[in-house]
Protein backbone atom coordinates (compact mmCIF):
# COMPACT_ATOMS: atom_id res chain seq x y z
CA UNK A 1 0.00 0.00 0.00
CA UNK A 2 1.36 3.40 -0.80
CA UNK A 3 1.93 6.05 1.83
CA UNK A 4 -0.43 8.69 2.94
CA UNK A 5 1.57 12.09 1.42
CA UNK A 6 -0.64 14.63 2.98
CA UNK A 7 -3.31 14.66 5.79
CA UNK A 8 -6.06 17.43 5.82
CA UNK A 9 -8.29 17.11 8.90
CA UNK A 10 -11.47 19.30 9.35
CA UNK A 11 -14.36 19.65 11.83
CA UNK A 12 -17.17 21.04 11.64
CA UNK A 13 -19.69 21.63 13.95
CA UNK A 14 -23.20 19.31 13.20
CA UNK A 15 -24.93 21.23 11.76
CA UNK A 16 -26.12 20.98 7.96
CA UNK A 17 -25.21 24.71 7.35
CA UNK A 18 -21.51 23.65 7.18
CA UNK A 19 -21.75 20.41 4.21
CA UNK A 20 -21.23 23.09 1.77
CA UNK A 21 -18.21 24.62 3.37
CA UNK A 22 -16.93 20.77 3.10
CA UNK A 23 -17.83 20.83 -0.98
CA UNK A 24 -15.81 23.41 -1.43
CA UNK A 25 -12.85 22.29 0.64
CA UNK A 26 -12.98 19.05 -1.18
CA UNK A 27 -13.63 20.73 -4.66
CA UNK A 28 -9.77 22.18 -3.94
CA UNK A 29 -7.93 19.28 -2.72
CA UNK A 30 -9.48 17.18 -5.44
CA UNK A 31 -8.93 19.94 -8.72
CA UNK A 32 -5.28 20.66 -6.98
CA UNK A 33 -5.02 16.97 -7.44
CA UNK A 34 -5.67 16.82 -10.92
CA UNK A 35 -9.40 15.07 -10.57
CA UNK A 36 -11.76 15.64 -13.86
CA UNK A 37 -14.84 17.82 -13.75
CA UNK A 38 -17.38 14.76 -13.26
CA UNK A 39 -14.82 13.07 -11.03
CA UNK A 40 -14.73 16.16 -8.60
CA UNK A 41 -18.56 16.45 -8.86
CA UNK A 42 -19.20 12.90 -8.29
CA UNK A 43 -16.73 13.16 -4.62
CA UNK A 44 -18.70 16.36 -3.65
CA UNK A 45 -22.21 14.41 -3.82
CA UNK A 46 -20.71 11.50 -2.25
CA UNK A 47 -18.69 13.51 0.56
CA UNK A 48 -21.91 15.62 0.73
CA UNK A 49 -24.24 12.39 1.64
CA UNK A 50 -21.67 11.28 4.10
CA UNK A 51 -21.37 14.36 5.63
CA UNK A 52 -25.38 15.05 5.78
CA UNK A 53 -25.76 11.76 7.56
CA UNK A 54 -23.00 12.53 10.33
CA UNK A 55 -24.60 15.80 10.66
CA UNK A 56 -27.73 14.15 11.44
CA UNK A 57 -26.38 11.52 13.03
CA UNK A 58 -24.05 13.61 15.71
CA UNK A 59 -26.87 16.20 15.67
CA UNK A 60 -29.48 13.52 17.38
CA UNK A 61 -27.47 12.48 20.02
CA UNK A 62 -26.54 14.49 23.35
CA UNK A 63 -22.75 15.42 22.41
CA UNK A 64 -24.54 17.14 19.25
CA UNK A 65 -21.35 18.26 18.87
CA UNK A 66 -18.97 17.72 15.45
CA UNK A 67 -18.27 15.81 12.78
CA UNK A 68 -14.82 15.14 11.89
CA UNK A 69 -13.62 15.23 8.38
CA UNK A 70 -10.09 13.50 6.88
CA UNK A 71 -8.73 13.90 3.84
CA UNK A 72 -5.86 11.82 3.20
CA UNK A 73 -4.18 12.22 0.02
CA UNK A 74 -1.80 9.72 -1.96
CA UNK A 75 -0.59 10.12 -5.46
CA UNK A 76 -2.78 7.85 -6.79
CA UNK A 77 -6.22 8.80 -4.76
CA UNK A 78 -8.02 10.85 -2.46
CA UNK A 79 -9.61 8.95 0.72
CA UNK A 80 -12.34 10.78 2.45
CA UNK A 81 -13.02 9.70 6.05
CA UNK A 82 -16.54 10.90 7.90
CA UNK A 83 -16.97 10.53 11.40
CA UNK A 84 -19.99 11.65 13.37
CA UNK A 85 -18.17 11.31 16.96
CA UNK A 86 -16.29 14.59 16.86
CA UNK A 87 -13.83 12.99 18.41
CA UNK A 88 -10.29 13.68 16.41
CA UNK A 89 -9.20 9.65 14.79
CA UNK A 90 -5.79 8.65 13.90
CA UNK A 91 -6.13 8.23 10.49
CA UNK A 92 -3.95 5.38 9.71
CA UNK A 93 -4.94 3.30 12.68
CA UNK A 94 -9.18 4.10 12.05
CA UNK A 95 -8.50 3.09 8.41
CA UNK A 96 -7.27 -0.24 9.04
CA UNK A 97 -10.02 -0.97 11.24
CA UNK A 98 -13.02 -0.56 8.38
CA UNK A 99 -14.09 -3.91 7.10
CA UNK A 100 -16.03 -4.21 4.15
CA UNK A 101 -20.02 -2.48 3.98
CA UNK A 102 -22.33 -4.94 4.63
CA UNK A 103 -26.30 -4.84 4.25
CA UNK A 104 -27.26 -5.27 7.57
CA UNK A 105 -24.25 -2.35 8.84
CA UNK A 106 -26.15 0.23 7.47
CA UNK A 107 -29.92 -0.93 7.67
CA UNK A 108 -30.69 2.04 10.08
CA UNK A 109 -29.18 4.70 7.58
CA UNK A 110 -30.69 3.12 4.66
CA UNK A 111 -34.19 3.29 6.07
CA UNK A 112 -33.53 7.14 6.47
CA UNK A 113 -31.11 8.33 3.94
CA UNK A 114 -30.71 4.81 2.12
CA UNK A 115 -30.74 7.19 -1.20
CA UNK A 116 -27.36 8.99 0.06
CA UNK A 117 -25.43 5.58 0.94
CA UNK A 118 -26.78 4.11 -2.51
CA UNK A 119 -25.28 7.02 -4.17
CA UNK A 120 -21.99 6.89 -2.03
CA UNK A 121 -21.35 3.18 -3.12
CA UNK A 122 -22.32 4.06 -6.93
CA UNK A 123 -20.15 7.66 -7.24
CA UNK A 124 -16.62 6.36 -5.53
CA UNK A 125 -14.39 3.29 -6.28
CA UNK A 126 -14.37 2.51 -2.31
CA UNK A 127 -16.66 2.52 0.66
CA UNK A 128 -16.87 1.52 3.89
CA UNK A 129 -18.72 2.01 7.36
CA UNK A 130 -17.31 1.39 10.87
CA UNK A 131 -19.75 1.54 13.27
CA UNK A 132 -18.49 1.64 16.88
CA UNK A 133 -18.78 4.58 19.61
CA UNK A 134 -19.61 6.45 16.22
CA UNK A 135 -20.31 6.00 12.73
CA UNK A 136 -17.68 6.29 10.26
CA UNK A 137 -18.17 6.43 6.38
CA UNK A 138 -14.64 6.02 4.55
CA UNK A 139 -14.66 6.52 0.70
CA UNK A 140 -11.51 6.34 -1.84
CA UNK A 141 -11.34 7.73 -5.32
CA UNK A 142 -8.79 6.59 -7.99
CA UNK A 143 -7.18 9.20 -9.39
CA UNK A 144 -7.69 8.28 -13.54
CA UNK A 145 -5.15 7.64 -16.23
CA UNK A 146 -6.14 11.27 -17.79
CA UNK A 147 -4.74 13.76 -15.48
CA UNK A 148 -5.56 17.45 -15.89
CA UNK A 149 -2.46 19.79 -16.09
CA UNK A 150 -3.31 21.31 -12.93
CA UNK A 151 0.36 22.33 -11.66
CA UNK A 152 2.45 24.82 -13.16
CA UNK A 153 4.20 23.81 -16.46
CA UNK A 154 8.10 23.40 -16.06
CA UNK A 155 9.90 25.25 -18.91
CA UNK A 156 13.29 24.10 -19.62
CA UNK A 157 15.66 26.59 -21.19
CA UNK A 158 19.04 25.06 -22.34
CA UNK A 159 22.03 27.52 -21.81
CA UNK A 160 24.39 27.27 -24.85
CA UNK B 1 -24.42 28.41 -1.28
CA UNK B 2 -27.65 29.55 -1.18
CA UNK B 3 -31.23 28.40 -2.94
CA UNK B 4 -33.60 30.92 -4.61
CA UNK B 5 -36.61 30.07 -5.28
CA UNK B 6 -39.13 31.75 -7.55
CA UNK B 7 -43.20 31.00 -7.74
CA UNK B 8 -45.25 31.76 -10.25
CA UNK B 9 -48.58 30.38 -9.88
CA UNK B 10 -50.66 30.94 -13.43
CA UNK B 11 -54.20 29.94 -13.95
CA UNK B 12 -52.77 26.49 -16.17
CA UNK B 13 -49.72 25.73 -13.90
CA UNK B 14 -47.57 26.75 -11.10
CA UNK B 15 -43.50 27.43 -12.26
CA UNK B 16 -40.94 27.54 -10.38
CA UNK B 17 -37.54 28.81 -10.91
CA UNK B 18 -34.60 27.44 -8.80
CA UNK B 19 -31.05 28.82 -8.37
CA UNK B 20 -28.55 27.95 -6.23
CA UNK B 21 -27.16 24.70 -4.81
CA UNK B 22 -30.00 22.18 -3.29
CA UNK B 23 -28.40 20.36 0.15
CA UNK B 24 -29.52 19.69 3.37
CA UNK B 25 -28.60 23.14 4.72
CA UNK B 26 -31.32 24.69 1.70
CA UNK B 27 -33.60 20.95 0.86
CA UNK B 28 -36.00 22.62 4.41
CA UNK B 29 -36.71 25.70 2.96
CA UNK B 30 -37.60 24.13 -0.72
CA UNK B 31 -39.76 21.90 0.45
CA UNK B 32 -41.32 24.10 3.02
CA UNK B 33 -42.48 26.37 0.21
CA UNK B 34 -43.50 23.73 -2.70
CA UNK B 35 -45.01 20.89 -0.61
CA UNK B 36 -48.35 23.45 0.44
CA UNK B 37 -48.48 24.54 -3.34
CA UNK B 38 -48.56 20.61 -4.43
CA UNK B 39 -51.15 20.37 -1.50
CA UNK B 40 -54.58 19.49 -3.61
CA UNK B 41 -53.43 20.90 -6.54
CA UNK B 42 -54.53 19.16 -9.65
CA UNK B 43 -52.54 20.67 -12.62
CA UNK B 44 -48.81 20.59 -12.89
CA UNK B 45 -46.17 22.46 -11.26
CA UNK B 46 -42.87 22.64 -13.76
CA UNK B 47 -40.08 23.18 -12.07
CA UNK B 48 -37.04 24.47 -14.09
CA UNK B 49 -33.80 23.56 -12.94
CA UNK B 50 -31.55 25.15 -15.47
CA UNK B 51 -29.41 26.96 -12.55
CA UNK B 52 -29.14 24.89 -9.85
CA UNK B 53 -25.47 23.89 -9.95
CA UNK B 54 -25.78 21.20 -6.79
CA UNK B 55 -28.66 18.71 -5.92
CA UNK B 56 -28.51 14.95 -3.91
CA UNK B 57 -29.98 13.10 -1.75
CA UNK B 58 -31.81 15.66 0.05
CA UNK B 59 -32.86 17.39 -2.91
CA UNK B 60 -33.63 13.84 -4.86
CA UNK B 61 -36.22 13.72 -1.10
CA UNK B 62 -37.67 16.94 -1.69
CA UNK B 63 -39.16 16.25 -5.44
CA UNK B 64 -39.86 12.73 -4.35
CA UNK B 65 -42.13 14.12 -1.78
CA UNK B 66 -43.38 16.79 -4.20
CA UNK B 67 -44.35 14.31 -6.95
CA UNK B 68 -45.56 11.59 -4.90
CA UNK B 69 -48.10 14.91 -2.95
CA UNK B 70 -49.13 15.85 -6.66
CA UNK B 71 -50.12 12.61 -8.12
CA UNK B 72 -52.00 11.84 -5.39
CA UNK B 73 -53.91 14.73 -6.02
CA UNK B 74 -54.39 14.29 -9.25
CA UNK B 75 -51.62 16.89 -10.23
CA UNK B 76 -48.44 16.46 -12.29
CA UNK B 77 -44.58 17.24 -11.40
CA UNK B 78 -42.54 18.44 -14.44
CA UNK B 79 -38.80 18.76 -14.10
CA UNK B 80 -37.23 20.61 -17.02
CA UNK B 81 -34.00 21.85 -18.09
CA UNK B 82 -31.80 19.53 -16.29
CA UNK B 83 -28.06 19.51 -16.90
CA UNK B 84 -26.45 16.12 -17.82
CA UNK B 85 -25.32 15.97 -14.19
CA UNK B 86 -28.47 16.38 -12.82
CA UNK B 87 -30.12 14.10 -14.98
CA UNK B 88 -27.31 11.50 -14.57
CA UNK B 89 -28.12 11.79 -10.70
CA UNK B 90 -31.73 11.27 -11.76
CA UNK B 91 -30.94 8.38 -13.89
CA UNK B 92 -28.84 6.41 -11.58
CA UNK B 93 -31.09 6.94 -8.32
CA UNK B 94 -33.55 5.19 -11.13
CA UNK B 95 -36.05 8.28 -10.30
CA UNK B 96 -35.49 8.94 -14.13
CA UNK B 97 -37.77 6.42 -14.62
CA UNK B 98 -40.47 6.88 -12.40
CA UNK B 99 -40.62 10.99 -12.99
CA UNK B 100 -41.39 13.28 -15.46
CA UNK B 101 -37.84 15.08 -16.58
CA UNK B 102 -37.92 16.98 -19.54
CA UNK B 103 -35.62 19.18 -21.32
Redesign the interface.
Known amino acids: MRQVMDYIEMKIPAK??Y???I?LTLSGIASRMGYTYEEI?DM??AV??AT?NA??HAYSTEEGGEVTLGFGIYEDKLEIMVADSGVSFNFVQTRNELRPYTESSTVEQLSE?G??L??IE?LMDEVRVLNHSGVTVFMAKYLSGERENNGTTATTHEAN | MNLSIDVKEGNEKISVMLAGEIDAFTAPSLREELLPLAEGYNKTMVVNLKDVSYLDSTGLGVFVGLFKKLKEDGGELRLIELSDRLKRLFEITGLGNLMNIGN
Do not use: A
Request: hydrophobic fraction near 30%.
Open positions: PDVGVREKISETVQGLGYLT
